[in-house]
């Protein structure tokens, strides 16, 4: 049964970074289309960006240019590389894998890591 557990978040002020990780195991992380979601209180939950196995990235709007989704296979981690944070990235942060990638079916989910910004 396929693991995600992430790791990284904290409080950090705005116009500041923060790294995320994702270590997946019991699954074939090469193969697998990996992408982090995040979800504020009582917002709906909402994609950030993903990663293909052959390492072709997308990403939302609201963080183009500022984040930066990054697989290292042989480590089975991906990451999310945020810059320039503000306010509005508040939110829990939450790595999924699927096993396509078009589609794609997002069907292992981590626990969650929670990133607060604020001065």
């Known amino acids: 049964q396929g693991r995600l557990k992430e790791s990284g978040g904290g409080w950090v002020q705005p116009g500041d970074s923060l790294r995320l990780s994702c270590v997946v195991s019991?699954?074939?992380?090469?193969?697998?289309?990996m992408a982090w979601f995040r979800q504020a209180p009582g917002k709906e939950r909402e994609f950030v960006g993903s990663?293909?196995?052959?390492?072709?990235?997308t990403y939302a709007d609201s963080v183009k240019g500022r984040f930066i989704v990054a697989r290292e296979n042989a480590q089975n981690t991906v990451t999310l590389e945020m810059n320039n944070l503000t306010p509005e990235d508040t939110a829990t942060y939450y790595c999924a894998a699927s096993h396509t990638d078009y589609g794609p079916d997002y069907i292992h989910w981590g626990q969650g890591t929670q990133v607060t910004v604020s001065s």
């Open positions: 990663i293909m196995g052959r390492g072709r990235t």
């Open positions: 019991g699954l074939a992380f090469s193969t697998l289309h």
